[in-house]
């Protein structure tokens, strides 16, 4: 067995849009910084993500050097987008809980209701008491996160998804394999490891940065979406379903708690610490 090293790290600059994949990201206390700080919002400022508009893995945040993003999708013009200032903030749904987050211009509204074809606002979280916190089951007092699911990270393992292509090309589906890793999400790509080896796992260090294992991370449908095309199948559930599943959650990947800040880089070895 080869010494697990970190493959790929990727940020989501607003939440349920493209991936952007880097070479190295800051660890902050709530998540790999740029990650998830933006989210799209509905009439009723309840959060929308790929469950409901699939065609939001079509459109890309490029993310500025002041925290703003430039918006873009195929059919649409580019829009830059400032980070607003916090003299107003709304209330966000996301997950039955609810957080205070500051709108962007109207402009971003515009051109993400255009895209989405329903009305749609686009909001910013960074000020530290408008962090939601960590499911206090799987938290310690303080943790928090931003627009998230519901952790600061999710790493996933390039074994694990190995072995899961293999239980998809022996199924009713198998011609919707293999799947690519973005389908999942991650922020952490981990090489080197035996297969669901991450099922173990309940400290790590990726580099100069230890966190800490909260849970296995339930999937949605969301993981049926192809990323390129925003069209959904059946696999990876019906799979994850019949060979991966906890809790009565079907699961793939691990959610992860920073224990400090610090910089992670691809190349980075990865120590598994408990």
């Known amino acids: 067995m080869s010494t697990p090293v970190l493959r790929s790290v990727h940020v989501h600059p607003v939440k349920a849009m493209r991936a952007l994949t880097s070479t190295e990201a800051e660890v902050q206390p709530w998540g790999l910084a740029e990650d998830r700080r933006w989210a799209v919002v509905d009439a009723a400022g309840k959060v929308v993500t790929q469950r409901r508009h699939p065609r939001m893995a079509l459109a890309t945040a490029d993310p500025l050097a002041d925290g703003g993003v430039v918006l873009s999708a195929p059919g649409h013009p580019p829009l830059a987008v400032e980070v607003p200032r916090p003299s107003t903030t709304v209330t966000v749904e996301i997950f039955d809980k609810f957080v205070e987050a500051v709108p ?3 402009e971003a509204a515009a051109w993400l209701s255009a895209f989405l074809e329903t009305e749609a606002r686009l909001v910013h979280m960074d000020a530290p008491e408008h962090r939601r916190p ?39 589906h198998a011609h919707e394999g293999p799947l690519p890793m973005n389908r999942f999400r991650p922020n952490l790509v981990i090489g080197g490891t035996a297969p669901w080896a991450e099922d173990g796992w309940t400290r790590l260090a990726v580099g100069e940065v230890t966190f800490r294992v909260a849970r296995p991370c339930g999937r ?39 224990e400090h800040r610090g910089t992670v880089r691809v190349g980075d070895p990865v120590k598994i610490l408990d």
């Open 104 to 106: 962007a211009h109207p």
């Open 134 to 172: 960590v499911d206090p089951e799987y938290a310690l007092p303080g943790e928090t996160v931003s627009f998230a699911d519901g952790y600061p990270l999710l790493v996933a393992t390039t074994a694990s998804l190995d072995a899961l292509n293999s239980l998809i090309a022996r199924g009713d």
């Open 220 to 258: 949605c449908v969301v993981t049926t979406t192809d990323q390129s095309t925003a069209e959904r199948g059946k696999e990876p559930l019906r799979s994850l379903a019949l060979h991966r599943k906890s809790g009565g959650r079907v699961i793939f990947g691990q959610n992860l708690v920073p």
